[in-house]
């Protein structure tokens, strides 16, 4: 059966229909603005707008669909939450797209949907095929994670299964937009990165430069800068190594680039580990962009 797959953006939605769960040679792909400044009524119609597109190209009808959203369906409320596209939160989002579209579908937070298409199809799937337990980690603009069990995303009672940029890390990241202070987003994302440097050297600089800064070797900030964030992603990951450990973890987004966490970062996590060594995979994610809405269709599949 087809697998359809929305991947919805604060820009753009993103729609794909896969030959299947076993082939996912793609039938349809499609992209649309999302226009969210016009309000949550008209996000709405906008992915019920690309579903007809998608329809209409492929010439198939879906019975269900998965989508991939930014912020999490409360699973007691059954309204959205920690979206940055705020118009969303407080919505009954699934709710009310069930109610447009006229079938049921199903959702999961962006991060979980990397998670799952690196598991299934990606970085995951090539090294280790039959892997029990993926985490998937975003680090970029923000931190996200998603789990992955069996090929299954676990969302957990509160919808929160797998975040991982939200748990507390270290009191210097200061107050996180989300209420608690000293998140992992707080010390970790490429914004966070950057805004360390600015505080200590009294120069703005992006993650970029201040990655080649420090490769050149000649801007002690920048040393500084690289070394604590490798320091604290392994203090932060071993505390999912500590308790799911995972058979392979998959890292995204811009900060991921960064070579030296698969080096230094994992030899830090090592420190914190429960155990005398550190046999968990560190892998780059392969999916790129895609992964949003190749893992927003394998949550029907
Ligand atoms: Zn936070």
Wanted: with cysteine.
């Amino acid at each position: 059966m087809p697998l359809w797959g929305i991947d919805l953006g604060g820009t753009k939605i993103e729609g794909v229909i896969l030959e299947s769960a076993n082939d996912t040679k793609v039938i349809s792909r499609l992209r649309i603005d999302t226009e969210a400044d016009q309000g949550y009524e008209h996000i709405l119609d906008r992915i019920v707008l690309l579903v007809q597109k998608l329809s209409a190209e492929s010439g198939l009808t879906p019975v269900t669909l998965g989508i991939g959203t930014p912020g999490t369906l409360d699973p007691i409320t059954q309204t959205l939450k920690n979206s940055n596209t705020t118009c969303m939160n407080g919505k009954p989002f699934k709710k009310d797209l069930e109610a447009k579209l006229g079938f049921p579908i199903a959702l999961a937070n962006d991060a979980n949907c990397f998670a799952l298409a690196e598991a299934r199809l990606g970085a995951a799937k090539r090294v280790m095929p039959d892997a029990e337990v993926v985490f998937g980690v975003i680090m970029g603009t923000g931190v996200g994670g998603g789990l992955v069990v069996h090929g299954k995303v676990i969302n957990g009672r509160q919808g929160n299964g797998g975040e991982w940029g939200h748990i507390f890390l270290d009191e210097s990241g200061g107050p996180c937009y989300c209420g608690q202070t000293g998140c992992v987003e707080t010390v970790i994302a490429g914004p966070s990165l950057q805004r360390y440097y600015e505080s200590i050297s009294g120069k703005k600089a992006t993650l970029k430069e201040i990655v080649k800064s420090y490769e050149a070797g000649n801007d002690p900030h920048a040393q500084a800068t690289i070394k604590r964030l490798l320091e604290m992603f392994g203090k932060g990951i071993s505390v999912i190594i500590n308790i799911i450990d995972p058979d392979i973890i998959v890292m995204g987004g811009g900060v991921s680039n960064i070579d030296l966490l698969y080096t230094e970062g994992i030899a830090e996590a090592s420190k914190h580990i429960f155990n005398t060594k550190l046999d968990t995979i560190f892998l780059k994610a392969e999916l790129g962009d895609s992964a949003g809405v190749f893992g927003a269709a394998m949550l029907v599949g």
